[in-house]
């Protein structure tokens, strides 16, 4: 049984563009919401924090899928095993 190589996706231009607008207005909109949302200072700023919560766990999440997909590719397979070779290979100790 032969290995499937798999064509690497890339995204368009414009769908990048699309999405780092989209999270910039959608975070912009939500911190102009908090800042003038009719609540005490305490609220809002557990509001904010609560904001900043979900932006970094969003990175984390998206990097956490993108690395899995990652390490799934035929490519990503080689890329390791040519890592695991030259770590196999180096002595830390060798003087030249």
């Not at 064509?7 to 414009?14: D, G, I, L, S």
């Not at 809002?44 to 990652?70: H, I, M, N, P, W």
């Not at 095993?81 to 003087?95: C, F, G, I, M």
Request: hydrophobic share 45%.
């Amino acid at each position: 049984m032969t290995p499937t190589v798999q064509t690497r996706q890339t995204t368009t231009t414009a769908f990048y563009v699309q999405a780092v607008i989209s999270f910039g207005v959608s975070v912009t909109a939500l911190a102009v919401g908090i800042a003038y949302i009719p609540v005490s200072g305490w609220v809002r700023s557990f509001l904010g924090l609560g904001l900043l919560y979900v932006v970094t766990s969003t990175f984390t999440l998206a990097k956490c899928v993108r690395d899995r997909q990652e390490e799934s590719t035929l490519v990503g397979r080689v890329d390791q095993a040519r890592l695991d070779k030259l770590l196999a290979e180096h002595d830390p100790y060798k003087v030249d």
